[in-house]
């Protein structure tokens, strides 16, 4: 498997390698961002969860480890205030997702580009002979076509990762929401 790769890298265009390359950095800067993202949604939804169930059972209490409560004071407990709190949560919370988004839908063209110049070079080498086998351009295409693969590769897993967050932020949402109606309601 290391000699097909080393071997695919050293037939390779400068370009095929940069975009390989800008592809790599895409698929780690994505694991990072998901993986700090998933964990620490999840942990402000179970956080958000235990102030809600204390909120329903015992009522507001600003000591309450909950980013809502710490966001207004116990004097003042308004409607709107409350809504720009949870604006306010949402947003510190979605930071960062939108690169998920950027991901997903770059690295296929990012691909497609290394593929049409690797195109171009195999048919740039071939230019010279005025017959070509099939056996001699199948394996520079599909050697082209490797780029677009790993676009697509990389996309997928963005896509899903970015749907992930943006469910998980939904939840944290949701949750910030009945928080606030209940602290209102029980004012």
Known sequence: ???LISNYISH???ITIIVLALLSVYFILLFWIFLYKFFDLKEMIAREEN??????????????????CKCINDAIRSKELLNACEISIVKD???????????SSTSPFIGLF?????????????SGKSKVA???IAPAISE???????????????????????RKIYELNILLKAESDIIVTKG
């Open 1 to 3: 498997m290391l000699g």
């Open 12 to 14: 390779s265009s400068a």
């Open 51 to 68: 102030a809600l169930e204390f909120i329903i059972a015992r009522g507001f209490n600003p000591n309450v480890d909950s980013k809502l």
């Open 93 to 103: 919370a979605s930071k960062g997702v939108s690169w998920l988004s950027i991901i």
């Open 114 to 126: 290394g593929t049409v110049i690797g195109i171009l070079e195999s048919f740039a080498k071939f």
């Open 134 to 136: 099939f056996g001699e």
């Open 144 to 166: 082209a076509l490797v780029a677009t693969a790993a676009g697509i590769f990389v996309a997928i897993f963005a896509y899903t990762f970015h749907q992930i967050i943006v």
